[in-house]
């Protein structure tokens, strides 16, 4: 029941796009993403509920895909600041308690 | 606000031996999260409480994890005895409720935890 994420890793130079995906086997409530930073907590990012209301960050996009079971996190013009591990976690009974992917490690480079 | 408050930080103990970790949620918040994160299992969710109630708790490893929230603000997660497959950093974080809907979780700096 675990989402799957792809890719497990990324590599960019500054000012690249960069889009992280995913999948879920069930059907979803709602997806939420956090990013993590090495020796660090995750920090809320997204979330997108089913219906298709977005709560989150305005610099950040995301897509959301109910019927296929889907999100992807979309990072354009990438700064350094963007890099670190991110996870989506979904939840399928809106009952809050979420199950995470296993992370997409992004690194942004000069 | 001070934010998801763990403690302590840093825990070393030797294998046997029991572990309490702690946590403080944000003012205002009515759901609490315990999560064990390791590099070959990533971040897990172990229990979590809404209004103090237990309501899932099937992502705890065995009998010898237990969790309690005695009120509202504070909780604590337990291992006993502690086993070195339990070396880990363990997150809390604090959500609520609104309008039926859950919102973001804020998570605590984290528990690195040391069996040996």
């Known amino acids: 029941q675990q989402p799957v994420q792809s890719p497990q890793a990324v590599i960019l130079r500054e000012g690249e796009d960069a889009v992280i995906n995913c999948s879920s086997s069930?059907?979803?409530?709602?997806v939420h993403w956090y990013r993590q930073k090495h020796g660090e907590a995750p920090v809320f990012l997204m979330i997108l509920l089913k219906g298709g209301e977005q709560k989150g960050h305005e610099k950040i996009s995301a897509s959301f895909n109910e019927k296929k079971q889907q999100s992807s996190l979309y990072l354009t013009a990438s700064q350094l600041s963007y890099s670190g591990t991110y996870f989506c976690g979904t939840d399928g009974g809106s009952q809050g308690n979420l199950i995470f992917g296993k992370g997409t490690k992004l690194s942004v480079k000069p | 606000d001070a934010g998801v408050i763990q403690s302590p930080r840093h825990e070393v103990t030797e294998m046997g031996q029991e572990v309490t970790l702690r946590c403080k949620l944000i003012?205002?918040?009515?759901?609490l999260f315990w999560y064990r994160q390791t590099m070959m299992r990533g971040l897990e969710l172990l229990i979590y409480f809404n209004n103090n109630v237990p309501i899932d708790d099937s992502g705890m490893p065995e009998d010898r994890f237990s969790a309690k929230m005695p009120n509202a603000s504070f909780s604590t997660l337990k291992i006993q005895p502690s086993e070195p497959r339990d070396s880990a950093v363990y997150f809390c974080a604090s959500s609520s409720i609104r309008g039926g809907s859950y919102n973001e979780q804020f998570f605590g700096p984290g528990t690195r935890l040391t069996v040996l």
């Open positions: 003012s205002g918040h009515n759901s």
């Open positions: 069930k059907a979803l409530y709602s």
